[in-house]
T-cell receptor
Framework: AQTVTQSQPEMSVQEAETVTLSCTYDTSESDYYLFWYKQPPSRQMILVIRQEAYKQQNATENRFSVNFQKAAKSFSLKISDSQLGDAAMYFCAYRSTYSGGGADGLTFGKGTHLIIQP | NAGVMQNPRHLVRRRGQEARLRCSPMKGHSHVYWYRQLPEEGLKFMVYLQKENIIDESGMPKERFSAEFPKEGPSILRIQQVVRGDSAAYFC???????????FGPGTRLTVL
């Protein structure tokens, strides 16, 4: 079974600065999907960014970018020019390309609480 | 295009009662997933359904929990004879296909007294 580990329970960054959230995962599969979701205090899960494992190019969405290191099984999220609205829990998630046995669902890490200091 | 709808947003039940959680997927989405989030934890996959079919229920507790996604109407997650340990946030997600992004609803927070 796949596992996702987020080793930073909490991170703090000054507004307008850059912060990187870490995520590592364990899998024996060669093709899969990785995601970062944001959960603000409203508890709504919001997709931030998605990466297909077969793509070498790192995904980017405006101020959000990832550093995908497939061999190291690492998938970190970089937030540039941090804004107060970025304050939230951030979850890293894995999705297999297989089906059945729980593979259809996303496997989430325990999350990183991001605090933005004004 | 409305997002994934879940109701109720908050549900309070006494031990032994039944809880019914509803999820209406986004328009055009025929795949529904249910997740449970315990306090201070990430979401845990419970079940994956397509219209009238349970595809993968490997994350569902074997007893008291059931899910359905009928041809018409919302998907229902049903918890019979609730216990305090069932208190959690339950999220539904939908997607248009098996490997597409999953879009989440706002969740139902279940409190068992």
């Amino acid at each position: 079974a796949q596992t996702v580990t987020q080793s930073q329970p909490e991170m703090s960054v000054q507004e307008a600065e850059t912060v990187t959230l870490s995520c590592t995962y364990d899998t024996s599969e060669s093709d899969y999907y990785l995601f970062w979701y944001k959960q603000p205090p409203s508890r709504q899960m919001i997709l931030v960014i998605r990466q297909e494992a077969y793509k070498q190019q790192n995904a980017t969405e405006n101020r959000f970018s990832v550093n995908f290191q497939k061999a190291a099984k690492s998938f970190s999220l970089k937030i540039s020019d941090s804004q107060l609205g970025d304050a939230a829990m951030y979850f890293c998630a894995y999705r297999s390309t297989y089906s059945g046995g729980g593979a259809d669902g996303l496997t989430f890490g325990k999350g990183t609480h991001l605090i933005i200091q004004p | 295009n409305a997002g994934v709808m879940q109701n109720p947003r908050h549900l309070v039940r006494r031990r032994g009662q039944e809880a019914r959680l509803r999820c209406s997927p986004m328009k055009g989405h025929s795949h529904v997933y249910w997740y449970r989030q315990l306090p201070e934890e990430g979401l845990k996959f419970m079940v994956y359904l397509q219209k009238e079919n349970i595809i993968d229920e490997s994350g569902m507790p074997k007893e008291r929990f059931s899910a359905e996604f009928p041809k018409e109407g919302p998907s229902i997650l049903r918890i019979q004879q609730v216990v305090r340990g069932d208190s959690a946030a339950y999220f539904c997600a939908s997607s248009p296909g098996t490997y597409n992004e999953q879009f989440f609803g706002p969740g139902t927070r279940l409190t068992v007294l």
